[in-house]
């Protein structure tokens, strides 16, 4: 399937989705509408809002203020989660003793950390990125983790046999098998940093889509809410773009589905 023909696929089923979704909330179907606007709004006052919004400018400060902690606890997240998940999987001992504590924590709801950070750090930008990164680290640990650990033996021993050091062996054998795990979780991971970001600012904040949906549901202005989800989902969309643009040019070696490199 080409490109244009997925793109087309994937354009039509959204479209799809908000003609129902007017349709429903808009025409009456056995004389009663199904989706209330008071409670689903339609999409054309959520277009109409997110239009007013980027045309007063008001969207940009907010969008500027997410993006700074989505991206900070991106980074650092993924950082810490590929250098502790190296560490561990060359390390069988440290992983053993530290096992049970990072499923421990791994276990802790991250909402309920929220208040901790904002207690601990205040109620500006590194709050949220605390709770961004608690969100990113462990997942990209976990598949970094597993992706050298799933490191061929047959290729460790050939390299061993030619008389690679430990690091020519952690830059040729290892780093490459678990770059495909990263990125799998680097896709997911940026989800989760903004998430993290939006859900700080929802629970104490003065700017960030997060306190612009959370104005919004205090005065019952559902347009708003699903406005600000829209623009969330789009900004998630853009950042994950540029982490397949980065894979594509680091995993260049990789075969396509169609065995072609």
């Given at each position: 399937?080409?490109?244009?023909?997925?793109?087309?696929?994937q354009v039509?089923?959204?479209?799809?989705?908000?003609?129902?979704?007017?349709?429903?909330?808009?025409?009456?179907?056995?004389?009663?509408?199904l989706?209330?606007?008071?409670?689903?709004?339609?999409?054309?006052?959520?277009?109409?809002?997110?239009?007013?919004?980027?045309?007063?400018?008001?969207?940009?400060?907010?969008?500027g203020?997410?993006?700074?902690?989505?991206?900070?606890?991106?980074?650092?997240?993924?950082?810490?989660?590929?250098?502790?998940?190296f560490?561990?999987?060359?390390?069988?001992?440290?992983?053993a003793?530290?096992?049970?504590?990072?499923?421990?924590v791994?276990?802790?709801?991250?909402?309920?950390?929220?208040p901790?950070?904002?207690?601990?750090?205040?109620?500006?930008?590194?709050?949220?990125?605390?709770?961004?990164?608690t969100?990113?680290?462990?997942?990209?640990?976990?598949n970094v983790?597993?992706?050298?650990?799933?490191?061929?033996r047959?290729?460790?021993?050939?390299?061993?046999?030619?008389?690679?050091?430990?690091?020519?062996?952690?830059?040729?054998?290892y780093?490459?098998?678990?770059?495909?795990?990263?990125?799998?979780?680097?896709?997911?991971?940026?989800?989760?940093?903004?998430v993290?970001?939006?859900?700080?600012?929802?629970?104490?904040?003065?700017a960030?889509?997060g306190y612009?949906?959370?104005?919004?549901?205090?005065?019952?202005?559902?347009?708003?809410?699903?406005?600000?989800?829209?623009?969330?989902?789009?900004f998630v969309?853009?950042?994950?773009?540029?982490?397949?643009?980065?894979?594509?040019?680091?995993?260049?070696?990789?075969?396509?589905?169609?065995?072609?490199g």
């Amino acid at each position: 399937m080409s490109r244009v023909t997925l793109l087309a696929l994937q354009v039509l089923v959204a479209v799809v989705c908000l003609a129902l979704w007017q349709l429903l909330s808009t025409v009456p179907v056995f004389g009663k509408i199904l989706l209330p606007p008071f409670f689903f709004s339609n999409p054309v006052d959520v277009f109409s809002q997110i239009v007013k919004w980027f045309s007063s400018g008001v969207i940009w400060k907010h969008l500027g203020i997410t993006l700074v902690e989505s991206l900070l606890a991106f980074v650092i997240g993924s950082a810490g989660g590929v250098l502790v998940g190296f560490w561990f999987a060359r390390q069988p001992l440290v992983a053993a003793v530290f096992d049970p504590y990072v499923k421990m924590v791994n276990a802790l709801p991250r909402v309920v950390l929220a208040p901790i950070f904002a207690l601990w750090l205040g109620l500006g930008i590194w709050s949220k990125v605390a709770l961004g990164v608690t969100l990113v680290f462990f997942i990209v640990f976990f598949n970094v983790y597993q992706g050298v650990k799933e490191v061929s033996r047959t290729v460790l021993d050939n390299g061993r046999m030619l008389g690679m050091s430990e690091r020519q062996l952690m830059r040729h054998v290892y780093w490459p098998s678990a770059l495909s795990w990263m990125f799998s979780s680097l896709h997911t991971s940026v989800g989760f940093a903004v998430v993290g970001a939006v859900v700080g600012e929802y629970l104490g904040s003065a700017a960030g889509l997060g306190y612009l949906i959370q104005q919004a549901e205090g005065i019952f202005d559902v347009a708003g809410v699903f406005a600000g989800m829209f623009v969330l989902s789009a900004f998630v969309i853009l950042i994950d773009f540029g982490v397949t643009l980065v894979e594509r040019r680091l995993l260049v070696w990789r075969p396509t589905v169609d065995g072609r490199g």
